[in-house]
């Protein structure tokens, strides 16, 4: 584990205002009735779902799965979105796509010295300051943080795991090829901004919300540079699971 940590502290100190976590092993458990630990952390779900209704009740949902081809630099990467693991979370995403919100946004933040990281983009002031404003309320677009447990039922809400001490690895996972929103350091701060890592990440397992997966494409996105622009984003798939 100390091998694992300074391995991973330069890259970590590169991005802790914005994308911080902690490393450590997790093991898989599920989440059923006959265990206590068991029993609190469905607890904590139902409470903390009970705490993000005020968002529930006005953010998009994504009730299954839906596919986006980004195009960056004339080349497409294709993006499957899980709203079954995480529907809030990918169905902000799905509706900003359809909006057209990501058209000629640039990739403001590349990080792959001292080792392979994320590639970041999706805001709209194109310095990692920005997030949508809805055009009917005038108002920041804000998600909560939402995370699902393996083998729970539900995901929990505005907490981290470490917050809410739970000990499971979630379903989605900072695999490489994986695309999560990035977000300040309150859990529910989370507007447009993504980012795809470019290695597995396992110490932002249950402190960021991972919604999909590029499954092709990855060599475009590994020749993303700083500065370079989403040429169009488009739901290809799965647009009739959006519920707004």
Not at 29 to 34: E, G, H, K, P, V
Request: hydrophobic content about 35%.
């Amino acid at each position: 584990m100390k091998h694992k940590i300074w391995h991973w502290l330069p890259v970590m100190l590169l991005i802790v205002g914005l994308i911080m976590g902690g490393c450590g092993t997790q093991q898989a458990a599920s989440l059923n009735s006959s265990d206590p630990s068991n029993t609190q952390a469905n607890s904590i779900i139902t409470s903390s779902t009970d705490m993000s209704q005020q968002f529930i009740d006005y953010v998009p949902r994504l009730e299954g799965t839906a596919t986006v081809v980004m195009t960056v630099k004339g080349s497409p990467i294709t993006i499957e979105v899980n709203g079954n693991e995480a529907p809030i979370t990918a169905g902000n995403f799905v509706d900003l796509v359809k909006r057209g919100f990501y058209n000629g946004l640039v990739f403001h933040r590349v990080v792959r010295e001292p080792q392979p990281f994320v590639v970041q983009g999706g805001d709209p002031k194109g310095n990692g300051t920005g997030g949508f404003v809805d055009p009917e309320t005038s108002q920041d677009r804000n998600i909560p943080l939402e995370i699902k447990p393996q083998g729970a039922d539900t995901p929990l809400y505005s907490q981290t795991f470490q917050m809410a001490k739970i000990s499971l690895p979630p379903e989605l996972t900072h695999t490489r090829g994986a695309v999560a929103m990035a977000r300040s350091q309150m859990p529910d701060s989370a507007s447009s901004q993504f980012y795809f890592a470019l290695t597995e990440l396992p110490f932002l397992d249950g402190s960021y919300a991972v919604f999909g997966q590029v499954t092709e494409g990855m060599e475009i996105v590994d020749e993303i540079q700083q500065g370079d622009r989403i040429d169009s984003a488009e739901v290809t798939q799965g647009l009739e699971n959006l519920k707004t």
